[in-house]
């Protein structure tokens, strides 16, 4: 069973491009989350969506914009992006995102993205 | 500002022992987990600390101390298919989780 899935696996893109990456869970869960992992760097949460309404937009530039249709589905839509937004996009979702210590976050296998 | 510290690299061998420490100073403390991460794959959930002590699953522990604001996996009877990155992540009293940037572990025969 695979949980939480992305699409594409692996992106190349040019800083004109306009491409968007999908996220699904299979899970039941009603919070679903954008992470930006570089290398040797902590994984630095983009948005958090709690019951499809976004709870969480930690500074991210305005390149990057989130959708949330349902509790199953996020987007993330990319639209000129530069080099440094090179990175590994990691989905996740957990039950909710409220206030319980021990909610655990299950992640998709990423999105590579390669910005020229 | 909230940190969390945990070895860059560490190299051990098939059989052995190892210990992956992760150390944290963040705003508050609601439970610390440690997850797995191969190459190319997603992050899977490995445990959940939030008291003091250790939890034992499988060949895998993690302890806690949260006067010293430390925790450790513990891996025994390394396996090739250990080789990952280990991840460290801590939910602070705002409820948000702080990641450390992990531990790559290199399994050698």
């Known amino acids: 069973e695979t949980g939480v899935t992305q699409t594409p696996r692996h992106l190349v893109m040019g800083m004109t491009n306009k491409k968007s990456l999908k996220c699904e869970q299979h899970?039941?869960?009603?919070?679903m989350y954008w992470y930006k992992q570089s290398a040797k760097k902590p994984l630095e949460l983009m948005f958090v969506?709690?019951?499809?309404?976004?709870?969480e937009n930690n500074s991210v530039p305005s390149r990057f914009s989130p959708e949330c249709p349902n509790s199953s589905h996020l987007f993330l839509h990319l639209h000129t992006l530069q080099p440094e937004d090179s990175a590994l996009y990691l989905c996740?979702?957990?039950?909710?995102?409220?206030?319980?210590?021990?909610?655990?976050?299950?992640f998709g296998p990423g999105t590579r993205l390669l910005v020229l | 500002g909230q940190n969390i510290d945990q070895p860059t690299e560490m190299t051990a061998t098939e059989g052995a022992i190892v210990q992956i420490n992760c150390t944290y100073q963040t705003s508050g403390f609601n439970g610390l987990f440690w997850y797995q991460q191969h190459a190319g794959e997603a992050p899977t959930f490995l445990s959940y600390n939030v008291l003091d002590g250790l939890e034992e699953k499988g060949r895998f522990s993690s302890f806690l101390s949260r006067s010293k604001g430390y925790s450790y996996l513990l891996l025994k009877e390394l396996q090739m298919k250990d080789s990952a990155s280990y991840l460290c992540?801590?939910?602070?009293?705002?409820?948000?989780?702080?990641w450390g940037a992990g531990t790559k572990l290199i399994i050698k025969p």
């Open positions: 969506y709690n019951f499809k309404e976004q709870t």
């Open positions: 899970l039941g869960h009603n919070a």
């Open positions: 996740a979702s957990s039950h909710t995102a409220g206030l319980a210590g021990h909610e655990t976050q299950y």
């Open positions: 992540a801590v939910r602070d009293s705002n409820y948000q989780l702080i």
